[in-house]
């Protein structure tokens, strides 16, 4: 199966589109069934316009090749932890094929994962999501569809059982079954009676409004008809879906009143995460971006930009900072991003009092594990000063082999990029903080020459291969030739 092209997924903006995807009370079609091949990314639905309380979450890894987009609505707290949850299983169903032992442990698999989403409503009290589900790996089973709805006045979802009575689903299922054979599919079974419920389920979950006031069964190759045959969509009008719904059902299908919606050209912007871990810095030449003193104003922003550039960097976070910028940290965490400590206020931790230095890091670390539910893996003393016998939070003491000067060059951020790119060596680990807007303006043409250089960006523990140590010093991963050594401080 080779990979097809997305229809409409939803991080794409839909300018041309004015559809509010919404029913409208009473409206039908004249044919009771129509079936339409979903080869080449055709859909039968009307695409719903883009809501505006939507966010795309992408995670991806390089190793198996594999990709998850799925939605997260702002505000809907419950329904995104339900939607995280079952991409979570999908992604525990689905990988570990990916993956076959060998004389040098797991290696990957060829093949591909992909489950990509598209908005199929959007009113005022549902907006409806189709997850599709595919993959080329070994042993992979048939595609999936699977249908998620946002009861945005409770802020949960609405599960398919909840919209389809039990008598309604087997009606569904009996529906689609004569609408294919009608079209000359091969099936698994001549009716409902002798489907699995396992199909049924399927039939059930596949399942959205149309935009037409209907609905629309959307199934995957394998799943009733034959596999090997084209993925399919059978198409009912509402007169005839009505009596299988539940009430809860038959809300979702008439609600007509268009939800809030993006502008015209703007996009739903997306969030990438990634696995960590996933780079051996000792055979690969790899940088680490860090960031200092946020989170800032303009820290959004850079998380856009490293996110553009499917990128991650470490945030070396200060106290004083989180209060009004939780979102914005849980986000860092959210995007796989490495957090450390910068202590709470920033004092130059040789100079104040043992106790003094232990608040310092109890304050910063309950505050970040109380935001982002982890507590900090790597700690950054403020100014770089240390001593042997300074508290340091149980962590790793991370410094910096590159420092860019960023605060001083908040006028000319020409040269926080000059500084960050032109003398770079494999294992350094680069300093800027996420407080300067220059600085975060200037992020995504470092990021970029140094790709250019052939440098790989990751995160201050995969510099190490994750093998950093409490109660020792870092400035650069020395292993690499090349490399820049820094005598440690034995202050």
Known sequence: MSRRPRAAVASAAIAALLLSGCASNGTSREAAAQVTALADGRTPFAAAAEPA??????????SPDYTLRFPEVRGAEAFNRKISDFVSELRRQRLPESESSGAGGKKPVPGEYELDWQVTQNCRSH????????????????EAYY???????????????????????RELATHVLEALRRKGYRTSAHDAAHLSSV?????TTGTTVDGHGGLVTHLGSGIVNARGDDSVAVSFTGDQARDWLT???REWLNDSAPGPQLKAGQKIPEHVTRDRNDVDCAETKCVALTYDDGPGEDTPQLLDALAAEGVPATFFVKGTSIAGNEATLKRIAEEGHEIGSHTWNHPQLTKI????????????NGAIEKVTGEKPTVFRPPYGAFAKGVPDGGLPSI???????????????EKTVKAATTDVRPGDIILMHDIHKPSVEASPQIIAKLKEQGFTLV?????????????????????????????????
């Open 459 to 491: 995160t201050v523990s995969e510099l190490f291969g994750g093998e950093l140590k409490p109660g020792q010093s870092y400035y650069s991963d020395e292993r690499k030739e090349g490399s820049r050594h820094i005598p440690r401080w034995a202050g």
């Open 53 to 62: 309380d939507v966010l795309g979450q992408r995670h991806e890894s390089d």
């Open 199 to 203: 199909q049924v389920e399927a039939i």
């Open 353 to 364: 009092s043992r106790s003094a230095a232990e608040r310092e890091h109890a304050r910063i």
């Open 127 to 142: 907006v409806s999501f189709l997850l599709h589900d595919r993959s080329t790996l070994p042993g992979a089973g048939p």
């Open 399 to 413: 410094i910096w082999s590159l420092d860019t000067n960023d605060w001083q060059n908040k006028k000319a951020p």
């Open 247 to 249: 009430a809860a059902g």
């Open 147 to 169: 249908t998620k709805v946002l009861d945005r006045d409770a802020g949960t979802e609405i599960p398919a059982a909840e919209l389809f009575t039990k008598a309604g689903q």
